[in-house]
């Protein structure tokens, strides 16, 4: 009560701030004439007058209304089009590193050029942030043409561009980009082995267009390089084909909460079903060596019972492809993971396709708060406010409309029946035909969207349909949607960057008209045809009403309905918007239909009958109030234990890129190697302790694993008053001259470049293992909740104490490697045959959701000789034998592949090929 008393009298936040902005936008008006008086070339200087005011100590405040009316007017004179004040505004609120929440069709593109501008006078760079790669192509030409006409330099990210390219196209002033492009950039280049190589500059400024797409919806997965694992395709194929064997009593479902379990009936059928096709064939299958049948069963079951073709994924091209639930598009390159991917491939006899280990991944939250400064731009933003609030500190604004929207919501209909409702709104697309008023039909899948197309078809209806199999053809589909009496179907996804504008877009169908006509006259001739075919439509199209949206079931999220509804009504055009409900929807399934279907009949409704009433509307937005509240809940919790990883992927990042940016990592590795030389002594020759308690043997074999070193511990032992510290210098000592001989015979130079890049490749190799048990560590951490322990915490102490075995790993394993090193000069075309063998083995792949991880991959980096993964550097071929754990040296079968040019295991103190290793 109180809060809508204060309200009344002072207005709400978002009032406020927008009050706040009057005089910046008061002062963008009143420099107006003075710089559309300007010439070209004065307008293109105040680019370069700009920068040098900046470069004096002028911040970007004091330049905003003046670098604002600049653009305004570069805007006007390169593409026609005049910034409303309500988009300066818009404009100001992204500067501010805010979201501005504005209604479709108020020109969010170019808004963004405002802020994009202001900010790129740094010389820093700012990223613009797009759903796709067509849009991001699309606005930076289109935008482009204003920056450059300032002078600014513009670049665009997509898929397949080259290094060189990528980094053209980073050092620009202004970056086009999607989110995908930017996040894989990021793992790449934290992957790279040379400063140089690296693609990306340091953060500064990004606007994130489509923010609650990009940073709720599609912030739900991670991004995620990976490698090879071991091929386990022909198991799913084997597992699958025993599911249809299942009956309903033997597994229980909950759609509701997603999962679909065995019961104890259905676990002895699985059994019987495994050991009669010859894959379970000793033990019961929860047995400890029949764990992953049970991984392969239950994520064949999970991809039968709760996974549908056409709802949830596509088939396309032998791939199955998912389907975004929230944008209905096709999400190439994207896959489930744990193996629910190989399972459906399996289900849907295509090829299944081999796990993969994570190497690199990142969320979008985190990856999107390494920006110093961001900012988004929406049509939908206030229901999400609280999440973008708590997770990326960012407020969302409101921005009004430049004109008053006339759009008519009108209250939703409910039916008993899916049969029913598709009649009663076939009925209403008839009727909006036969007055030539324009309707969009939003489905929530493509299987409910060739239903209704099925439909339009059997009643004669022309209709167009636009669902994630015919994604090429999005913008031109939907840009003619507001020709009078179309009828368009569309997924979910509404023609996001593509204004429905009523009588047709005009330029999409020139475009499309005057390709390859060289004639001007004929071009002059067909623009006026085609102007005067668009403005008639217009006149008939707002005569008959404005665009008719009309929905087939409400979404799970309010925000994805109202990004439907927000597809009519554009800059004050009239239109409307109805939608249409059954019993047997989704929604009113699983949240409480049963009850409703009851109360219907008492009251008497009739079959073709619809019960019409505003408690509905509330009813529903409450149900999905609920799963979003839940979502956000999920997401928040995901995201908890991801920031975990995510302070280690820092430290590990910076870690590396101190390695690349140093000199030489000389004193590194020595501080590394006096570290574990001290911690084995600490360990085996105990300060304090009598010499009976030494574990001298334990010390000889560590020497020799880890500094390649036959030290004579037991001798020194039997001397008068030797104690631990004395042991200590004497093995540093002999370590460090025998890496003193290794710099004498292959060159300081080649030793240090050595160093520099083994360090980097077992920096990576290590973190690749860490990330393989930080996932291994998450799949079960929540079964401790059952002791009573908090599972985030656990989480957090388990994974910092694995960060610690890491990184004491990997001081081992650095000593270790460059004490059994061998170098030699190659031949230029060995190295690249070497390189290219490599990159073969090395093949990454680009995901949006964590790959399976099912097993060590330990051997990975191993060839068939024993050797571990190489690399090369300046001709130089870094050959490294991983030492056995356990050496004996009276027994040659535990040496494995041992260099000739090393000292031989048997301890003669001979070289391998002068001893064991001698020719017969």
């Not at 109030?625 to 234990?641: P, S």
Request: glycine content about 8%.
């Amino acid at each position: 009560m109180f809060g809508a008393i204060a309200k009344a009298l002072f207005g709400s936040q978002n009032d406020r701030i927008l009050k706040g902005l009057q005089k910046p936008v008061e002062a963008v008006n009143a420099l107006e004439s003075e710089i559309s008086a300007l010439s070209d070339d004065d307008l293109r200087a105040k680019t370069d007058v700009f920068r040098q005011r900046l470069g004096a100590g002028e911040d970007l405040e004091k330049l905003l209304p003046e670098a604002f009316a600049v653009v305004r007017e570069a805007a006007r004179r390169v593409l026609g089009q005049r910034h409303f004040d309500v988009q300066l505004l818009g404009g100001m609120v992204l500067h501010q590193g805010k979201i501005a929440e504005m209604k479709t069709g108020e020109g969010k593109t170019l808004v963004a050029t405002l802020p994009v501008y202001l900010n790129a006078l740094s010389g820093k760079g700012v990223h613009v942030v797009t759903v796709n790669d067509y849009l991001a192509q699309r606005d930076s030409a289109w935008m482009g043409q204003i920056y450059q006409f300032l002078g600014l330099t513009v670049g665009c990210i997509v898929h397949g561009l080259t290094d060189e390219e990528r980094r053209r196209a980073y050092a620009s002033d202004v970056t086009y980009g999607t989110n995908n492009e930017f996040g894989f950039d990021y793992l790449r280049d934290n992957m790279k082995f040379r400063l140089e190589d690296m693609v990306q500059r340091d953060f500064n400024y990004a606007i994130v267009d489509e923010v609650d797409s990009i940073l709720v919806d599609e912030a739900r997965t991670p991004l995620i390089i990976s490698g090879p694992a071991d091929d386990s395709s022909a198991l799913y194929a084997q597992v699958d084909g025993l599911i249809p064997m299942l009956k309903p009593e033997h597994f229980e479902k909950d759609e509701k909460q997603r999962t679909v379990t065995l019961t104890d009936d259905g676990a002895v059928e699985v059994e019987r079903l495994l050991t009669e096709a010859g894959l379970l064939k000793d033990g019961g299958l929860y047995d400890v060596q029949n764990i992953n049948l049970v991984h392969h069963a239950n994520q064949a079951l999970r991809a039968h019972k709760l996974f549908s073709r056409d709802t949830d994924y596509i088939v396309k091209d032998d791939k199955v492809v998912i389907i975004d639930e929230f944008t209905g598009r096709a999400m190439e390159g994207r896959r489930y993971s744990e193996g629910l991917h190989q399972a459906l491939e399996a289900k849907e006899r295509v090829t299944v396709q081999n796990e993969n280990q994570t190497l690199a991944s990142i969320t979008f939250q985190n990856y999107f708060r390494l920006y110093p400064k961001l900012a988004g731009m929406t049509g939908t933003a206030m229901t999400e406010a609280a999440e973008f609030a708590e997770i990326y500190s960012l407020e969302v604004v409101e921005i009004p409309t430049n004109v008053p929207v006339t759009r008519k919501d009108e209250d939703d209909e409910v039916y008993r029946s899916a049969k029913e409702k598709h009649e009663a709104l076939a009925q209403l697309i008839d009727e909006c035909r036969g007055r030539g008023q324009p309707v969009l039909v939003g489905t929530v899948s493509i299987e409910k969207s060739e239903t209704i197309s099925a439909l339009l078809t059997e009643k004669g209806v022309p209709h167009q349909v636009l669902n994630a199999r015919f994604h090429e053809q999005e913008a031109g589909i939907i840009a003619q949607a507001g020709v009078p009496g179309a009828v368009t179907i569309a997924t979910n996804m509404a023609g996001r960057g593509t204004d429905i504008q009523l009588g047709g877009n005009l330029d999409m169908r020139l475009t499309a008209a005057l390709a390859g006509i060289e004639d001007e006259a004929e071009k002059a001739k067909i623009r006026e045809t085609f102007k005067a075919e668009v403005e008639a439509g217009r006149a008939k199209a707002l005569t008959a009403g404005g665009l008719y949206v009309i929905a087939t079931e409400r979404h799970e999220s309010r925000r994805i309905d109202n990004q439907l509804r927000g597809r009519s009504g554009r800059q004050g055009d009239p239109g409307g918007s109805k939608f249409f409900l059954s019993l047997e929807d989704d929604l009113m399934r699983i949240f409480g239909s049963e009850r409703m279907d009851g109360m219907l009949r008492k009251l008497g409704l009739q079959e073709g009958e619809a019960i019409i009433h505003p408690w509905i509307n509330k009813a529903l937005e409450k149900a999905q109030q609920k799963v979003e509240a839940r979502n956000f809940e999920i997401r928040k919790q995901l995201l908890k234990f991801d920031d975990v990883m995510n302070d280690q992927r820092k430290v590990v990042y910076e870690q590396r890129r101190e390695i690349m940016r140093a000199p030489d990592v000389h004193e590194m590795i020595v501080d590394m190697r006096h570290e574990v030389i001290e911690d084995l002594v600490a360990r085996c020759v105990p300060a304090g302790a009598y010499s009976e308690q030494w574990d001298l043997d334990g010390l000889h074999e560590e020497c020799l694993r880890l500094l390649a070193l036959d030290l004579p511990v037991q001798d020194w032992a039997k001397e008068e008053g030797i104690a631990d510290r004395e042991i200590l210098e004497r093995i540093l000592d002999a370590s460090n001259r025998k890496l003193a001989e290794k710099v004498a015979n292959y060159g300081r130079e080649m030793m240090r470049t050595a160093e520099r890049s083994l360090l980097l490749q077992l920096l990576d190799q290590q973190w690749k293992d860490h990330l393989l048990s930080l996932d291994h560590l998450r799949q079960g951490i929540n079964l401790r909740a059952y002791a009573q322990k908090d599972p985030l915490n656990e989480y957090k102490r388990e994974a910092f104490s694995l960060f610690e075995a890491m990184l004491a790993n990997l001081r081992q394993v650095v000593t270790s490697v460059l004490s059994h090193l061998e170098i030699r000069v190659q031949a230029p075309e060995e190295m690249e045959a070497r390189m290219a063998a490599q990159r073969a083995q090395a093949e990454m792949h680009e995901t949006r959701m964590d790959p399976a991880l099912s097993r060590d991959q330990t051997s990975e980096a191993e060839d068939e000789s024993g050797m571990a993964a190489t690399g090369t550097d300046g001709g130089v071929a870094l050959a490294t034998r991983r030492p056995a754990v356990a050496v004996d040296p009276n027994d040659p079968s535990t040496w494995g592949k041992v260099q000739r040019n090393a000292a031989c295991p048997c301890g003669s103190g001979k070289k391998f090929k002068q001893c064991h290793g001698r020719f017969a």
